[in-house]
């Protein structure tokens, strides 16, 4: 199973909008509605944003979304704030052999 | 509040055990799903394999043959044992809430423990 496929890095300013995408197959991403989003800072765990395509949990700020089609999900930053630089990992369940997928990886930069 | 703390060495022989325990406060681990995870040095997310509430095990077909899970519930712990590991196995590892079937994502996630595979 490969990892899912993410763009290595992306940029925007302050208050706009920033998308990264997160590309598998139809035996992934494709085939369930469980992709789940990942927040990291340097030295830090990982924190959930989305679960379930578009589920954000509770106390995550609704500047963050969530969304797929076909085999790609996308998580969507509204409103870029500087503290939203940081490393962002896409997770998929891929059936019962091999349930979770993870992306390469994003790195979010704020100009 | 959900909190998870791993504990293990720092360092580890190569070709031996790798031993990590997770151990769980503010929620029982007979309630949810458990994982462990790992994050090589400047590379991405890997899913090592889940521990269900009910006891039974998944693993990531590129470990299956050197993992394996156990837990202990009297302490509300759950831990990872890695054999014959290389340099490969640096990382650092994660246990995390989540991973069984109805608990498709990872919401609760230890500091982390970086194991350091030395020849």
């Known amino acids: 199973q490969s990892a899912l496929t993410q763009p290595r890095s992306v940029s925007g300013s302050p208050g706009q909008s920033v998308s990264i995408s997160c590309t598998g197959t139809?035996?992934?991403?494709?085939?369930?509605?469980?992709v789940s989003w990942y927040q990291q800072y340097p030295g830090n765990a990982p924190q959930l944003l989305i679960s379930?395509?578009?589920v954000r949990p509770s106390g995550v700020p609704d500047r963050f979304s969530g969304s797929k089609s076909g085999s790609t999900a996308s998580l969507t930053i509204s409103g870029l704030q500087a503290e939203d630089e940081a490393e962002y990992f896409c997770?998929?369940?891929?059936?019962?052999?091999?349930?979770?997928?993870f992306g390469t990886g994003t790195t979010v930069s704020v100009l | 509040q959900v909190q998870l703390q791993e504990s293990g060495p720092g360092v580890v022989k190569s070709s031996d055990p790798l031993s990590l325990t997770c151990s769980v406060s503010?929620?029982?681990?007979?309630?949810?799903?458990w994982s462990w995870l790992r994050q090589a040095p400047g590379k991405g997310l890997e899913w090592i394999g889940y521990?269900?509430?009910?006891?039974?095990?998944n693993y990531n077909p590129s470990f299956k043959t050197r993992v394996a899970f156990s837990s202990d519930t009297s302490k509300n712990q759950f831990s990872l044992r890695l054999t014959s590991v290389t340099a490969a196995d640096t990382a650092v590892y994660y246990c995390?809430?989540?991973?069984?079937?109805?608990?498709?994502?990872?919401?609760?996630w230890g500091r982390g423990a970086l194991v350091t595979v030395s020849s």
């Open positions: 995390a809430r989540g991973g069984a079937f109805g608990d498709f994502s990872f919401d609760y």
């Open positions: 503010g929620g029982s681990i007979f309630s949810h799903s």
């Open positions: 521990l269900s509430k009910g006891g039974t095990t």
């Open positions: 139809s035996s992934d991403v494709g085939g369930y509605n469980y």
């Open positions: 379930d395509v578009t």
């Open positions: 997770a998929s369940f891929a059936g019962y052999r091999h349930p979770f997928l």
